[in-house]
């Protein structure tokens, strides 16, 4: 146990976390979601559509308890606690959104984008970026100026490429493209502070499970970019490789949670 003596309760730091990757849980991942993609892919439409949907609802709901556990686990750690079970209410977020898209898609019939729904999205973005930001104040409480700019520089570039993937979007600009441009950048604001911590936990005990998150929303990010460009085209389909993207994110987010799995003894 490791004594700060900066704030007036006490810190309680993990003593031992896992270190390694194990990656042949990594290729389980992948190569199990892809399959399960290859076999929505050869379904029916309508049958596909429901498929996609169901998985979209339990998958960051699998992710949502994980968050709840590791809270539960880490509850004597104001920090730990606080920011497992911030995470937790952020896919819980995502959980309901999903629950509400898929209603509104194949119950009401009524499109569902742009919806209700993408107010549950957007308001999961703060929750993730609230769980990096505490961590990163934990072990660093001031962030350099340069730091500030280099993330604010690489949200920019990466809510940029959304506009540049196709000079039809820009030639033709619709609401739909403005209007997934915020979630965009969101995503993109997440990844880089993300990317910041993974940079500044290098070689420390939280190096590993923030690699492992890193990847996660950079698969995440691609897969948000994608999707809205592809809704602005209006060429979203449930058979996408985008959700295949998805699928892989959320289990590998997941696992970095494991990953923080803390030694009690």
């Known amino acids: 146990m490791t004594i700060f003596k900066k704030e007036k309760e006490v810190k309680i730091c993990p003593?031992?976390?896992?270190?390694?990757?194990?990656?042949?849980?990594?290729?389980?991942?992948?190569l199990g979601n892809a399959g399960l993609y290859f076999i929505i892919n050869s379904l029916d439409e309508n049958l596909a559509n429901g498929i996609v949907s169901e998985v979209l609802i339990i998958f960051p709901l699998i992710t949502c308890v994980s968050s709840f556990v590791m809270a539960s686990l880490n509850k004597m750690s104001k920090t730990f606690g606080r920011s497992f079970f911030i995470l937790g209410i952020g896919y819980l977020l995502i959980f309901i959104g999903e629950t509400i898209y898929t209603l509104e898609d194949l119950v009401l019939d009524t499109s569902p984008y742009p919806s209700i729904a993408d107010a549950f999205f957007i308001s999961a973005y703060p929750c993730q970026i609230?769980?990096?930001?505490?961590?990163?104040?934990?072990?660093?409480?001031?962030?350099?100026?340069?730091?500030?700019?280099?993330?604010?520089?690489?949200?920019?570039?990466?809510?940029?490429?959304?506009?540049?993937?196709?000079?039809?979007?820009?030639?033709?600009?619709?609401?739909?493209?403005?209007?997934?441009?915020?979630?965009?950048?969101?995503?993109?604001?997440?990844?880089?502070?993300?990317?910041?911590?993974?940079?500044?936990?290098?070689?420390?005990?939280?190096?590993?499970?923030?690699?492992?998150?890193?990847?996660?929303?950079?698969?995440?990010?691609g897969a948000d970019v994608w999707y809205y460009h592809l809704e602005a085209l209006n060429q979203y389909d449930p058979k996408s490789p985008v959700n295949a993207m998805w699928f892989v994110g959320y289990w590998v987010v997941t696992y970095s949670l494991y990953k923080t799995k803390i030694d009690q003894k």
């Not at 001031?142 to 196709?166: D, H, P, Q």
């Open 130 to 221: 609230a769980y990096v930001i505490i961590h990163i104040k934990y072990f660093q409480p001031r962030v350099r100026k340069f730091a500030i700019i280099g993330m604010s520089l690489v949200s920019l570039l990466l809510t940029l490429t959304y506009f540049f993937i196709s000079p039809d979007t820009l030639s033709n600009p619709s609401f739909e493209l403005f209007y997934g441009s915020l979630f965009v950048m969101f995503s993109a604001v997440t990844l880089s502070i993300t990317a910041y911590g993974a940079s500044l936990f290098k070689g420390g005990f939280l190096a590993t499970s923030w690699f492992v998150l890193l990847v996660g929303l950079i698969i995440n990010t």
């Open 15 to 30: 003593e031992k976390m896992e270190n390694k990757i194990n990656y042949k849980i990594i290729l389980l991942l992948v």
